[in-house]
T-cell receptor, first 114, second 110 residues
Framework: DTAVSQTPKYLVTQMGNDKSIKCEQN?????MYWYKQDSKKFLKIMFS???????INETVPNRFSPKSPDKAHLNLHINSLELGDSAVYFC?????????????FGPGTRLTVT | RKEVEQDPGPFNVPEGATVAFNCTYS??????FFWYRQDCRKEPKLLMS???SGNEDGRFTAQLNRASQYISLLIRDSKLSDSATYLC???????????FGKGTLLTVNP
């Protein structure tokens, strides 16, 4: 069974559209994250939720809105997509946000904005 | 200055070689350090934590030098399967946020 899963795996869309990426983890972890990996392979955290509560909100345009319906799910909604949003988005989870050194990553969603 | 800096490589080495990567960090309050591995077009995975006393896991040895603010990863007897990007990662105290370096690309050639 996949520990951290994301859908879709690939997403190609036009500028100005709104899209969502879903993430689910079946590890029973308390904390989930969204990362963005750009074309230069730089992996940067965007958001983190602990038990459905937002605990990390980096400097990310407010067109990006995370939603955590329960602690096993963390979705990412992006409004008014721009070319610069093209990247690979990784979801991750960890057992406890205080001792979160091992984060388990999903397979990534490759977003291409045209 | 970036919080975590790595030599991006690429490193091209033959099978059986020993290769070392270094990583420097700018925030002396950083407390926890790790090496993650990312295969091409895959997700990052934890390779090993880095302890102050240094630690070894098979062919992999990690070292931490707090005075000079750098960590290192040594891979002995390189295998083809070691080809990947190695990410230096730090965590500050009770701040659960992980900060990733840009990674060092290693290619092990037959």
């Amino acid at each position: 069974d996949t520990a951290v899963s994301q859908t879709p795996k690939y997403l190609v869309t036009q500028m100005g559209n709104d899209k969502s990426i879903k993430c689910e983890q079946n590890l029973g972890h308390d904390t989930m994250y969204w990362y963005k990996q750009d074309s230069k392979k730089f992996l940067k955290i965007m958001f983190s939720y602990n038990n459905k509560e937002l605990i990390i909100n980096e400097t990310v345009p407010n067109r990006f809105s995370p939603k955590s319906p329960d602690k096993a799910h963390l979705n990412l909604h992006i409004n008014s997509l721009e070319l610069g949003d093209s990247a690979v988005y990784f979801c991750a989870s960890s057992q406890d946000f205080v001792d979160s050194y091992e984060q388990y990553f999903g397979p990534g969603t490759r977003l291409t904005v045209t | 200055r970036k919080e975590v800096e790595q030599d991006p490589g690429p490193f091209n080495v033959p099978e059986g070689a020993t290769v070392a990567f270094n990583c420097t960090y700018s925030n002396s309050a950083s407390q926890s350090f790790f090496w993650y591995r990312q295969d091409c077009r895959k997700e990052p995975k934890l390779l090993m934590s880095v302890y102050s006393s240094g630690n070894e896991d098979g062919r992999f040895t990690a070292q931490l030098n707090r005075a000079s603010q750098y960590i290192s990863l040594l891979i002995r007897d390189s295998k083809l399967s070691d080809s990947a990007t190695y990410l230096c990662v730090m965590q500050r105290g009770s701040n659960y946020k992980l900060t990733f370096g840009k990674g060092t690309l290693l290619t092990v050639n037959p």
